[in-house]
């Protein structure tokens, strides 16, 4: 049996946010991928922090066991999270004993928390392979000692892994070069251009060029076949980039009606082929597009993320009479409550009093309604690992102005500017430009509208199934290369000796 023809597998999953207390993408990405791991007959364990003022969530997912560590802080993934705490929780003896009887074939960890966590129970896992899964590159954000501590545990998170995943091609480039060693961002670009290889193989893509494969981006760049020791990162091998699927709970909301029409398909996937209804497919998908409400800004209340900069772009806005003028509302996402996210609800209120202030964590249904009232999403990141609420908004026909950095948004690797399927600007210059760049894609509801549509179909065109499913090839390639694959799994013939 080969890597491609496996059966289920038993996958440790480490995650320090997942479904009791969810704050922020790690958390909905971390459940998304373990729903879909386990809905492909995998089992799954997962070990997860969970706040201590937060009762435990009774959501399982289709996991085989979830064991929740407590801890005393939260709403925080830097430095300053509680992964000494969660590392230190997950070895307690009723885990370790669980994760010894489960004897995992694989093990997952997210993000450099989770890496002491991993250390901590890796003597309960009977050698099996532990792949790295990057859902941000904190040292590009981190600054002073935590620089250098989480510097250090990403850089030996490479190290000890068969396989690093990202979630971009940015962040693959940059773990290649500013964490994991000089060198590594040259053999990143020359990677990222080509796609899966083995049963997804793709021919080599012209620069600049987008690799698709069955209508869906997943990019795998090439890696040199050398072998790895154990624990030892040997500089030759680029990490992966695999992109997050759209979640299954969004994928399954229905889009706004008027926008299947534009994109070529009615509700009941009949073709509009005569010019005259796509003009009126047009025309009305512009008018419901123009008549939506809110400006939105849906990420997390923290300095990484620089909600500052909608806010400053909100107060440009009003000052030159534009949110007046084309009927707009401000909205924002603020479930985060200490004295930064206090502050920028406070100066967003004093711009325009009439803003919508969202104080708790929404679900899929309630966002996508807010997504179906929102004319622009505005995504303030001048980095992003990847940026999901870009891709949910476009699911909902909700099209998203993100930074022009040269893919520094990792949603952008999806949702392409070459393609209609994002608007791109400057963030970094004066908010008034900015302000006066949006009060021009205002006044063109009908571009507004196409670009909407086609960010519709985008985003819904790669699912959690396939996310999955490319994961495991992944791990499993990495893993027989690296020699690290355990015994217990060429006794159970899930790969080849």
């Not at 480490?14 to 995998?42: D, M």
């Not at 090439?222 to 790895?228: C, I, K, M, S, V």
């Not at 924002?332 to 100066?347: F, V």
């Not at 102005?401 to 210059?429: F, K, N, P």
């Amino acid at each position: 049996m080969t890597v491609n023809d496996f059966q289920a597998l038993r996958i440790l999953f480490i995650t320090l946010e997942f479904r009791s207390g969810t704050f922020s993408g790690n958390g909905v990405y971390a459940k998304s991928q373990v729903r879909a791991l386990a809905a492909a007959g995998h089992k799954v364990f997962v070990v997860a922090g969970r706040p201590g003022h937060v009762l435990a969530s009774e959501e399982t997912l289709g996991t085989h066991h979830i064991a929740e560590v407590p801890v005393s802080s939260w709403h925080r993934l830097d430095a300053g999270a509680p992964w000494r705490e969660f590392a230190a929780g997950a070895s307690e003896d009723s885990i370790a004993e669980a994760v010894r009887a489960f004897r995992p074939h694989l093990v997952f960890g997210v993000d450099w928390s989770a890496l002491p966590a991993v250390r901590q129970l890796a003597p309960c896992c009977g050698g099996a392979p532990y792949v790295y899964l990057n859902y941000r590159v904190f040292t590009r954000t981190a600054t002073g000692d935590d620089l250098e501590l989480v510097r250090g545990l990403e850089a030996e998170a490479m190290a000890e892994a068969v396989l690093t995943v990202a979630l971009s091609r940015s962040d693959a480039a940059y773990l290649a070069d500013h964490v994991a060693g000089a060198g590594g961002a040259a053999r990143a670009a020359k990677a990222s251009s080509k796609g899966p290889t083995g049963s997804r193989a793709l021919r080599q893509a012209e620069p600049g060029e987008d690799v698709v494969v069955d209508g869906v981006c997943v990019v795998e760049p090439e890696a040199e076949a050398l072998p790895l020791g154990k624990g030892t990162w040997c500089g030759n091998v680029v990490p992966k980039v695999l992109l997050p699927a759209l979640r299954e709970d969004v994928r399954q909301l229905p889009p706004p009606t008027e926008l299947l029409h534009l994109a070529g398909r009615g509700p009941e996937g009949d073709r509009v082929s005569q010019s005259g209804a796509c003009q009126a497919a047009l025309a009305g998908a512009a008018a419901a597009v123009a008549a939506r409400p809110y400006l939105s800004c849906v990420v997390r209340l923290s300095p990484e993320k620089e909600p500052e900069r909608f806010v400053a772009v909100v107060e440009a806005l009003a000052d030159q009479g534009l949110l007046q003028r084309h009927g707009l509302t401000p909205l924002l996402l603020g479930a985060a409550n200490d004295e930064y996210a206090q502050g920028i609800k406070a100066r967003l209120r004093a711009a325009c009093p009439e803003a919508v202030v969202l104080e708790a964590f929404v679900g899929p249904s309630e966002l996508a309604d807010l997504y179906r009232r929102t004319r622009l999403n505005f995504h303030p990141s001048t980095y992003d690992a990847y940026g999901m609420t870009i891709v949910e908004a476009a699911s909902q026909g909700a099209a998203s102005i993100v930074h022009d950095g040269d893919g520094a948004v990792g949603a952008t690797d999806l949702l392409r500017a070459s393609h209609s399927e994002v608007l791109l600007l400057d963030l970094t210059s004066p908010a008034a430009q900015v302000a006066e760049a949006i009060g021009r894609l205002l006044e063109d509801p009908r571009r507004l509208a196409e670009v909407s549509a086609a960010a519709m179909q985008r985003a819904r065109s790669w699912d959690e199934a396939a996310n999955a499913a490319e994961l495991v090839h992944m791990a499993l390639v990495a893993a027989k290369t690296a020699g690290a694959t355990p015994g217990q799994c060429v006794a159970e013939g899930v790969v080849d000796p």
